[in-house]
């Protein structure tokens, strides 16, 4: 997979100026959730034959329909359970819409639960690799950016010592270094990061502001309205699945903050 | 209305996803490269004989088995070629059918954060278990070796019987580890089918003890048609013929079709399930 191709602008006349990175088109999710845990074989094959399967539909995102521009930091709030992490699963490729379409352009980095496909017994070195493997990159894209990770995340010293030996601060920062290695088109944040110490969340914070400058497009999601407010350009409020509103960042915090009192 | 180069993805362009899925595994061809190396160096990593161990653990297997029966099969000439042939076959099938099932699993967490081709774990585990194969080759030339017994010119069949089994076992593999996606109780009962199905095959008994009026069911276990492609020509010393490829080549075809089509029908839903 190859990640260089730069986004190349519109040039026809008539091309919109803003241009979409994320279109969602009347999106549902939808779970079936079995009323009862059916855990082995056999059981299910008698439930099966008495026509006992039962299914309870559960939708966890309504109808919702959205674009994202080019450029864009875009917030996403709502409550618990409210379909923010099915959305950007939805959007990062992970679970197909029930109903719907879903159309992306770019290269999307997912900066979820970091480190997540790291194993303990393979040192710093061979992790990074793993990981941007687990990423879609190729062998030729991970030597390029490997000393700046590694640099990146202070661990110069560490790189070759299994990574069970690895502090979790350590851990998180690699795994932060090797997710934002290379420039996402479109880079997804689950919950604002909190990696490290402060110096280091700094440095983090510094390199979505670099991607953004370059002119990613950031889709976050997070509780931590105030910061949402100071950080996006627009923010979508969804409730229960269903998306109550999209717009200035002010207005929909107010709005969010007002239904939830 | 997009002019955007690099990677669209449009959910509802689809095509097939038994043929999406192969396209997708050649985009991540690095990552299965990757998942293949962790195995075999996290496996031994902490032991002191690291790699070795691929190599000792059929040869222990083998030195046992071959004590313990070769008074019971005395009429088997060189009996520890006649076991340990079928038996780097029987392994590398139930550890790469086993490995895809617990990958799946495991890669369950995977799945449910980033896009992976889906078929990935599977392949993967095939991929570890045939380098294995390929390393506990060399027990195999040992014991020949030390027993004395000379190593026929038809093992330029292997390539041939190695391919063959590994369709089998990818099919097989794949269809079994998304039987455990929905049903986790298929991973220790299949525990207990390969112990079964093992005895049900000849890996360490000679086909001959085998009651006549029991053969044409006999007859019907894929990995008998499996194995006899890797004993004709290491222990017998020829080529397998025509008809003795043919249900070896059927059975692999056929299940690899089968496993991957079944696998891929269902690749929408893992992220759901696992």
Known sequence: MRIESETVQATSQDAPVVQNMIQLENVSVEYRIPTERIGTLKEFMIRYLQRRVGFRKFRALDNVSLSIHKGEVFGIVGNNGAGKSTMLKVISRVLRPTLGRIVTYGKIAPLLELGAGFHPELSGRENVYLNGALLGYSREDMDRVFDEIVSFAELEPFIDSPIRTYSSGMYARLGFAVATAHFPEILIVDEILSVGDEAFQKKCNDRMIGFRQQGATILIVSHALDRLQDMCDRIAWLDHGKLQLVGQPGQVIEAYRQEMH | ?274
């Open chain 2, 1 to 274: 209305m997009n002019s955007v180069s690099g990677t669209v993805y449009d959910s509802a362009k689809q095509i097939s996803p038994a043929f999406s899925e192969v396209r997708e595994l050649r985009n991540y061809r690095y990552l299965l490269a990757q998942l293949v190396r962790r195995d075999i160096v996290t496996r031994y990593k902490r032991s002191v004989l690291g790699v070795a161990w691929t190599m000792l653990n059929p040869l222990g297997t083998m030195l046992i088995l071959a004590l313990v029966f070769s008074q019971l099969f005395k009429t088997v000439e060189s009996y520890p070629v006649y076991i340990l042939s079928g038996l780097i076959a029987w392994n590398f099938f139930s550890q790469g059918t086993n490995a895809a099932m617990s990958g799946l699993v495991w890669g369950g967490s995977m799945l449910q954060r980033i896009y992976i081709p889906r078929t990935i774990f599977g392949v993967s585990a095939i991929g570890t278990a045939l380098v294995n194969l390929l390393i506990s080759i060399v027990p195999l030339i040992l014991v020949m070796l030390f027993t004395r017994t000379p190593i026929p010119w038809t093992v330029v069949f292997l390539p041939v019987s190695i391919l063959l089994l590994t369709g089998f076992a990818l099919g097989f593999g794949l269809f079994i580890s998304s039987l455990a996606v929905y049903f986790p109780d298929v991973a220790e009962m299949y525990q207990i089918v390969l112990f079964a199905w093992m005895y049900l095959t000849p890996v360490i008994y000679p086909e001959n003890i085998i009651p006549e009026k029991w053969l044409s069911i006999y007859r019907l276990n894929p990995m008998n048609a499996m194995l006899k492609m890797f004993r004709i020509p290491i222990y017998e010393g020829r080529i397998p013929t025509g008809p003795e490829i043919l249900p070896a080549l059927l059975w692999a075809l056929g299940m690899l079709i089968f496993g991957w089509f079944f696998f891929t029908s269902k690749t929408d839903e893992y992220a759901y399930r696992v």
